[in-house]
């Protein structure tokens, strides 16, 4: 497959006298609003749909809309939205929510960019922010050949440097949504949430989880101690969060449960019999699931109870380094190993899922012959990614925010409209990956006229 980029035809284009921001939902706390004010602040006009008071609570900027309607009514009103304000722009966290999928169906119709933000493809300080989708709904290729040539054409790769997190922020930061939303909920009769838990529920979930860190550390130390003087083989499994919807839209699984039977299930029968399971809880999981007791039922009824072990804490990069290989659906952990060169088995759609780079086999045949990923290759995609998918920051401190928002705008400002709609129908679904690198050798008229 042939990946060169064809040359420009300058388009005859209006000017674009300003842009039209609109935001959806976002993550549980201030990122949007921060997002909004700096586009603000540069000039841009910003709105912002509330579809509960969570959402309201965290947007104290101007141009918020309260949305009460149906789903049902959800895509008119999104339709006339955009066009009576002369939105050019939509972005949202999570394509998989269901008014987000809906919204992405409008703005297609309409030939509206829409920038999809979500957890980092890497991890950690990393944030995702792609055109039209993530993950599954990604259009980023899944040709090898794709990621040699475009790879090779970028410059090396700007320092990346960590930035702190906190999950105390988090946790109290969803907190604060969640109360609000429930306190709001009358006046948002048709709100539906598209988490599986009541808010109150889900907030008791985490104050519990926060009230029993000292022990999880302690049963965390306890675990890896053994594990370390047994010196046995194991390969590790990280567990996704039972609501994620990368779970439940882009793999087979019903939910982590599923996966916990599924993968014990296999090991059990095809596994070396010297060789360790070790599950890790997700960190950021609200403990109203005892994953304990399912892991420990299921190894028993497998018989293999004693070669499993169950982390709810501690550094996944210390379990990853030392794995003789990582088995997952399709978590952000699978590219941390990676890049130590740790083979990786998907489940499940992943970004990462590619030719040479993960074990194509069964995962059957994956506990005794992994396969080990092309480094070479795994850094060209590495490159892409960060290049044209990625934002280096985060979510849960002021320094990581700070660094977030910069680079969001400044990829915001690049990802034009105008050019969007221009060069549409002249490129492939890999355009927008090229888009930085393109975008800097366009025609002076196109730029200036892009905006």
């Given amino acids: 497959m042939n990946f060169s980029m064809t040359p420009y035809v300058e388009p005859e284009l209006d000017a674009l006298p300003t842009r039209h921001f609109l935001f959806l939902q976002g993550l549980m706390g201030p990122f949007f609003e921060r997002i909004g004010k700096a586009l603000a602040n540069d000039g841009y006009e910003v709105s912002k749909v509330n579809f ?23 895509p008119a009103f999104l339709k006339n939205l955009i066009q009576e304000r002369g939105i050019t722009d939509v972005l949202l966290f999570g394509d998989c929510r269901v008014h987000h999928m809906a919204a992405a169906d409008v703005c297609r119709a309409l030939h509206v960019p829409l920038h999809v933000f979500e957890e980092g493809y890497l991890r950690p300080d990393w944030v995702t922010l792609e055109l039209g989708g993530v993950n599954g709904h990604s259009s980023l290729p899944r040709d090898p ?28 930061q969803g907190i604060a949504y969640n109360t609000a939303d429930l306190l709001t909920r009358w006046y948002y009769p048709y709100w539906t949430n598209h988490r599986p838990w009541h ?18 550390a302690a049963r965390t130390e306890e675990t890896l101690s053994r594990l370390t003087a047994s010196k046995a083989p194991y390969m590790l499994f990280p567990l996704q969060l ?45 403990g109203l699931q005892d994953w304990r007791s399912i892991v420990a039922r299921h190894g028993r009824k497998h018989g293999v ?55 194509k086999g069964s995962l059957d045949d994956f506990w005794s012959n992994p396969q080990p990923p092309d480094m070479v290759l795994f850094a060209a995609f ?11 920051g985060g979510f849960f401190s002021d320094e990581a925010m ?6 969001v705008v400044s ?28 975008f800097t050798k366009a025609p002076r008229a196109l730029v200036a006229a892009a905006g």
């Fill in 52 to 74: 509960n008071g969570g959402d309201n609570f965290f947007w104290r900027l101007p141009g918020g809309i309260n949305y009460r309607g149906t789903l049902q009514d959800w």
């Fill in 145 to 172: 050949q794709y990621y040699q040539v475009e790879a090779s054409l970028l410059p090396p790769e700007p320092a990346h440097s960590t930035v702190p997190s906190s999950f105390r922020t988090r946790a109290y």
């Fill in 199 to 216: 808010p109150v529920t889900e907030g008791v979930g985490w104050l519990k989880r926060l009230s029993r860190r000292k022990a999880i």
């Fill in 242 to 286: 039972d609501a994620d919807a990368q779970v439940r839209l882009h793999s087979e699984f019903r939910g982590t449960q599923h996966s916990i039977e599924f993968v014990i299930a296999s090991f059990a029968v095809h596994a070396p019999r010297d060789m360790l399971l070790i599950i890790k809880q997700h960190p950021l999981d609200n």
């Fill in 305 to 359: 109870l004693g070669r499993i072990g169950f982390i709810e804490g501690g550094d996944i990069a210390l379990l990853v380094r030392d794995a003789k290989g990582v088995v997952t659906i399709n978590s952000t952990t699978g590219t941390l190993a990676l890049a130590k060169g740790i083979p990786v088995i998907t489940l499940g759609q992943a970004i990462y899922g590619i030719e040479g780079i993960t074990h």
């Fill in 382 to 392: 590495r490159r892409v990614l960060t290049e044209y998918c990625l934002v280096p």
């Fill in 402 to 407: 700070d660094k977030l928002v910069c680079g």
């Fill in 411 to 438: 990829k915001l400002e690049r990802h034009s409209p105008k050019l969007f709609n221009a060069l549409k129908s002249q490129k492939s679904r890999e355009f927008w990956h090229g888009m930085r690198r393109l």
